[in-house]
Nanobody
Framework: QVQLVEAGGGSVQSGGSLKLSCTASGDTLRTYCMGWFRQAPGHEREAVASTDSDGRTTYADSVIGRFTISQDNAKNILYLEMNNLTPDDTAVYFC??????????????????WGQGTQVTVSS
């Protein structure tokens, strides 16, 4: 059983930066497919970025060039560095993990383990 705990959320002004972390326990993340998702009020949960066990990364179009997903296998932590934030990035951010190979990285149903989320609020 894998437990995921997100941290690093907060309130920033437009143009600011935040770095989210997702600490895992119960298993090593090295062989997992990992993802970051977000959910704004009244909206469905949407994919932000993912990384697979080979280190390949994928991003939603809306965050390309601004967000970077990375993983520290030694510490078992997944990161999401977010720059040039806008009010549209306001949401609860979740990390997700699955030990299997994922074909559809953007599908919430592809991931078995989820964290509780961390709030990111960007003001204009």
């Amino acid at each position: 059983q894998v437990q995921l705990v997100e941290a690093g959320g907060g309130s920033v002004q437009s143009g600011g930066s935040l770095k989210l972390s997702c600490t895992a326990s119960g298993d090593t993340l090295r062989t997992y497919c990992m993802g970051w998702f977000r959910q704004a009020p009244g909206h469905e949960r949407e994919a932000v970025a993912s990384t697979d066990s080979d280190g390949r990364t994928t991003y939603a179009d809306s965050v390309i060039g601004r967000f970077t997903i990375s993983q520290d296998n030694a510490k078992n932590i997944l990161y999401l560095e977010m720059n040039n934030l806008t009010p549209d990035d306001t949401a609860v951010y979740f990390c997700a993990a699955d030990p299997r190979w994922i074909n559809d990285w953007s599908n919430v149903k592809s991931y078995h383990y989820w964290g509780q989320g961390t709030q990111v609020t960007v003001s204009s």
